[in-house]
């Protein structure tokens, strides 16, 4: 048999005693036994406060947070960053081209302009050209006219020398010269 030793302790002790005892669910007694057991075992002095197993429970729920956000890390947060940069990267990309096509599209109006300004000078000099051709063809049938003028002129001519005998006089001969002559500057 058991001997039984007592423990005189006050009446805050004791309530406090009998909430851990009600709490736990077992006698005052027993829960005596198993705190003399525990601080036996754990060879940790009452007075520490730092209790090692709260310790452990604050670390392993510390390292379970921390195992929760690397993985949300890398199921979330890791994908939703390459996406992110990729399309930073694309975004980029597009404001290039856009810059890009910007720049082109200002050469393209400057050549534009300079082709419609180019199409006016040409225009102008097909213009210019259309005048000179028609001024080269009057010209040309100016001078055909002139030719057949002058052919008539000199036809006239000889035929009045021909008509001419020895007996003609050389004043007669001097008008026929002097009238092919103005003839010929009235052309």
Do not use: C, W
């Not at 694309?90 to 534009?112: A, F, M, P």
């Not at 180019?118 to 213009?127: E, F, I, M, T």
């Not at 080269?136 to 006219?145: G, P, Q």
């Not at 007996?167 to 002559?181: N, P």
């Amino acid at each position: 048999m058991e001997t039984l030793r007592t423990i005189k302790y006050n009446t805050q002790t004791a309530l406090k005693m009998d909430k851990i005892a009600q709490k736990l669910g077992r006698p005052n007694r027993l829960v005596f036994a198993q705190m003399v057991d525990y601080f036996f075992r754990s060879k940790k002095d009452p007075l520490d406060i730092n209790d090692e197993l709260l310790k452990n429970t604050l670390l392993r729920q510390h390292k379970d947070y921390i195992g929760f956000i690397k993985t949300q890390e890398n199921d979330l947060l890791i994908p939703i960053k390459r996406e992110v940069d990729r399309m930073t990267g694309n975004q980029r990309d597009i404001n290039n081209i856009l810059k890009e096509l910007e720049k082109r599209s200002g050469t393209l109006v400057n050549g534009q302009g300079e082709l419609l300004s180019a199409g006016k000078n040409y225009s102008s000099k097909l213009s210019n050209t259309d005048e000179i051709l028609k001024n080269i063809l009057v010209k040309l049938s100016t001078r055909e006219h002139l030719k057949k003028q002058f052919h008539y002129i000199l036809g006239t001519y000889i035929k009045s020398r021909d008509a001419f005998s020895i007996m003609t006089s050389a004043k007669e001969k001097e008008e026929l010269i002097r009238i092919t002559k103005s003839q010929i500057d009235f052309l």
